[in-house]
């Protein structure tokens, strides 16, 4: 018959299994939402624009600095999309990246301007998906 610290030793080693598990899930969805950030950036960077460049190109040619500031911020792990912001400058950039369909959009317009889309909201340009 177990004793009652036999007891609550196997009690403790199951929490402590559950709090590894636990900690482990949360590091592998970070580690994962971190890939899916990174690849948002670079999508945004491969980007063609209309006038035949790429978006990554644009947003260098517009920093005095040659390196904008982009970040990205997960707007739906389940559907992959994600808001891109770059700065450069004093002037901000704002995409909406789809990582299933491989797409790019603008969000407003100093972006719409900056890819050569029109006014259209809805328009896509499609990234390079390598």
């Known amino acids: 018959m177990e004793t009652s610290l036999e007891k609550r030793?196997?009690?403790?080693?199951?929490?402590?299994?559950?709090?590894?598990?636990?900690?482990?899930?949360?590091?592998?969805?970070?580690?994962?939402?971190?890939?899916?950030?990174?690849?948002?950036?670079?999508?945004?960077?491969?980007?063609?624009?209309?006038?035949?460049?790429?978006?990554?190109?644009?947003?260098?040619?517009r920093s005095a600095s040659r390196s904008p500031d982009c970040k990205s911020t997960i707007t739906s792990s389940c559907a992959g999309t994600l808001e891109v912001t770059c700065r450069t400058d004093g002037e901000l950039y704002r995409f909406a990246v789809d990582l299933v369909r491989n797409s790019v959009h603008p969000l407003d317009e100093p972006t719409r301007a900056l890819m050569g889309v029109g006014v259209h909201p809805a328009h896509s340009i499609q990234g390079d998906a390598g």
């Open 9 to 61: 030793r196997k009690y403790f080693i199951g929490a402590l299994m559950i709090l590894i598990l636990a900690f482990t899930l949360v590091w592998i969805q970070q580690q994962f939402n971190q890939g899916d950030e990174r690849k948002a950036v670079a999508l945004v960077g491969a980007a063609k624009t209309a006038q035949g460049g790429t978006v990554g190109d644009a947003l260098v040619a």
